[in-house]
């Protein structure tokens, strides 16, 4: 099993559409667990933390949910700027600092 | 905003050569790290690095890669006999604190292996 899946997409919506990805892990020692938002060919951007008590910031919701190890990632209002992938990340063990990538969803916002 | 930059942003090298790709961290940061990137797929953590020597390395880091901090503000990442497969892009990393800090990444070095 991966130690992190996605599914690849790509997720092709309108502006103004709520779209929702999910990710899964492997490793239920996992402590912590972010959302990078990747353009093409460039560098992964850290989009979010996710805690357990799930956050928000702005249009962008992530959820935890560590019983099923799964995290979301929940995008409101969509932009044309938000087209990207979307990469979910996970630090596999306390103390270490090695993140763990999903392949990333890909991302398709049209006018 | 403070920023990572690697340099150069495209090496091309001849399959069997060496090369040496360079980063310079954000200049507070103590952390550390090199992932690459293979065209289409996933990104891979390569090693991390903190107090001059290595903290954590993956099993792509074989006794090919080395990694130094030559001075204060230079990480490199050498490649001392290239393969077809290393092809990619690498990307240099930074943080402050280690654990779950916010890893800054820069803008990568694309390899490519003829």
């Known amino acids: 099993r991966k130690e992190v899946e996605q599914d690849p997409g790509p997720f092709n919506v309108p502006e103004g559409a709520t779209v929702a990805f999910n990710c899964t892990y492997s490793?239920?020692?996992?402590?912590?667990f972010f959302w990078y938002r990747q353009d093409c060919r460039k560098e992964p951007k850290l989009l979010m933390s996710?805690?357990?008590s799930g956050n928000e910031d702005g249009r962008f919701t992530a959820q935890l949910n560590r019983a099923s190890q799964y995290i979301s990632l929940l995008i409101r209002d969509s932009k044309l700027s938000d087209s990207a992938t979307y990469l979910c990340?996970?630090?596999?063990?306390?103390?270490?600092?090695?993140?763990?990538f999903g392949t990333g969803t890909r991302l398709l916002v049209s006018p | 905003e403070p920023e990572v930059t690697q340099t150069p942003s495209h090496q091309v090298t001849q399959m069997g050569q060496e090369v040496i790709l360079r980063c310079v961290p954000i200049?507070?940061?103590?952390?550390f790290y090199w992932y690459r990137q293979i065209l289409g797929q996933k990104v891979e953590f390569l090693v991390s690095?903190?107090?001059?020597?290595?903290?954590?390395k993956s099993e792509i880091f074989d006794d090919q890669f080395s990694v130094e901090r030559p001075d204060g503000s230079n990480f490199t990442l050498k490649i001392r006999s290239t393969k077809l497969e290393d092809s990619a892009m690498y990307f240099c990393?930074?943080?402050?604190?280690?654990?779950?800090?916010?890893?800054?990444f820069g803008p990568g070095t694309r390899l490519t292996v003829l």
């Open positions: 990393a930074s943080s402050n604190r280690g654990g779950r800090d916010t890893q800054y």
């Open positions: 490793n239920s020692a996992s402590q912590s």
């Open positions: 996710v805690y357990s």
């Open positions: 990340v996970v630090i596999p063990n306390t103390g270490f600092q090695k993140l763990v």
């Open positions: 200049s507070n940061h103590l952390y």
């Open positions: 690095f903190y107090n001059n020597e290595i903290s954590e």
